[in-house]
C-alpha cells in the first residue's frame, strides 16, 4: 500500500527555535524510511525565493506585500509542496498561511477577510473527490515570548525588515497566531518554546508521535 504524504509547518517568530527542530525532525523521519522535503515560505522554488528578498527587504505597501507573498505560495505549491504529497513524502515546511495572517494580518493589520479570500484562490488544489483548501495536516507553533527571541537573535545575523519591528508589532504576530490555532485548533501543537532545547524536541516530537507518525 502506499504511503500517504504528510504536510508538517513550523511556525512562529525568528528565535523561537523552528530550523533547529525542523532538521531533528526530518532526521527522525527518515529513520524511518520516509523521505522528506524541507522547504520554508516566503521561498522553496526559484521564483518563490526572489519574491522572499523582496517580501524580507524592500518597502511597500501591505496589500503589495500580501500579494507577493500569496504568488510565492502559489508557484510553491505548485512546484514544490502538491507534487511531493502526491509521490507520498513528508513535506516539512518553516511557515505557511499562518506567518500570514499572523504577520501582515494581525501584525500589519491587513484585512483578515481579503487574506482568507486570497487563501481559498491560491490554495484550493485537486482532492480526491472534490476540490480542498491546502493546508498543513499539523501545524507546530513555537510561542516564544519576544524579548526571549530578540536575545537569541541579538548580533546573529542583520535583522530583515520585519525583525527591525516593535515588541508591539510582535505582541500582535503572537495574537494572530492564537487566533488561528483557536480557529483550527485540532490542527495546532502549540509549543513552549522558551524551555530548553531538549525539553522543546520532546514537546515536538510528543506532537507527531501523539498522532500516530512516528513510531
Known amino acids: 500500500m502506499a504511503t500517504s504524504g504528510l504536510f508538517i509547518s513550523f511556525e512562529g517568530i525568528d528565535g523561537a527555535g523552528k530550523s533547529t527542530h525542523l532538521q531533528a525532525l526530518a532526521q527522525a523521519f527518515q529513520a524511518q524510511g520516509r523521505v522528506v522535503t524541507l522547504t520554508r515560505e516566503p521561498g522553496g522554488t526559484a521564483l518563490a525565493e526572489k519574491l522572499r528578498v523582496m517580501v524580507l527587504n524592500d518597502a511597500m505597501d501591505a496589500m503589495t506585500e500580501v500579494l507577493l507573498v500569496f504568488a510565492a505560495r502559489r508557484d510553491h505549491l505548485q512546484q514544490v509542496i502538491e507534487p511531493a504529497l502526491a509521490r507520498g513524502e513528508v513535506v516539512l515546511s ?122
Do not use: C, H
Open 94 to 215: 518553516d511557515r505557511f498561511t499562518d506567518a500570514t495572517f499572523a504577520y501582515q494580518g494581525a501584525g500589519r493589520g491587513f484585512d483578515l477577510q481579503m487574506l482568507s479570500t486570497l487563501e481559498q484562490w491560491v490554495q484550493t488544489v485537486p482532492g480526491p473527490g472534490a476540490n480542498l483548501i491546502r493546508q498543513p495536516d499539523l501545524t507546530v507553533w513555537f510561542d516564544l515570548p519576544v524579548e526571549i527571541a530578540a536575545q537569541r537573535l541579538s548580533g546573529a545575523r542583520p535583522p530583515d525588515k520585519f525583525e527591525t519591528q516593535s515588541t508591539q508589532f510582535f505582541s500582535r504576530v503572537a495574537d494572530g497566531y492564537l487566533s488561528r490555532l483557536r480557529a483550527s485548533p485540532g490542527r495546532f501543537a502549540r509549543i513552549d518554546a522558551k524551555i530548553t532545547r531538549e525539553a522543546v524536541w520532546l514537546e515536538v516530537f510528543n506532537a507527531v508521535l501523539s498522532r500516530g507518525w512516528l513510531v
